[in-house]
Nanobody, 117 residues
Framework: QVQLVESGGGLVQPGGSLRLSCVAS????????MGWYRQAPGKQRELVAT???????DYAESAKGRFTISRDNAKNTVYLQMNSLEPEDTAVYFC???????????WGQGTQVTVSS
């Protein structure tokens, strides 16, 4: 039982920035990796970035150089700093948390990010 609460989505112009936050609560023990995924209309959900409890990160190719994922383990919070946003970044962004004992994935409700002029 993990709840993920997101904030920070919204409407921005191309080239702008947003910072997404996700706070995990409930049975937060054994959470290892956290991350962000997104789903655009008519497309499959795709990885944006992940980060382990040790700080190791992975990024989608489209996110490299523009997005930065970070986390505060004490606050059970993961962030996604998004810079140089493009219209192609428009999607619903979902927060994710993974437990390893036993393995289970948790998802946030999703937050809309719209990049438009």
């Amino acid at each position: 039982q993990v709840q993920l609460v997101e904030s920070g989505g919204g409407l921005v112009q191309p080239g702008g920035s947003l910072r997404l936050s996700c706070v995990a609560s409930g049975s937060v023990f054994s959470i290892d990796a956290m991350g962000w995924y997104r789903q655009a209309p008519g497309k499959q959900r795709e990885l944006v970035a992940t980060i382990t409890s040790r700080g190791s990160t992975d990024y989608a190719e489209s996110a490299k150089g523009r997005f930065t994922i970070s986390r505060d383990n004490a606050k059970n919070t993961v962030y996604l700093q998004m810079n140089s946003l493009e219209p192609e970044d428009t999607a619903v962004y979902f927060c994710n948390a993974d437990k390893v004992f036993p393995y289970r994935r948790y998802w946030g409700q999703g937050t809309q990010v719209t990049v438009s002029s």
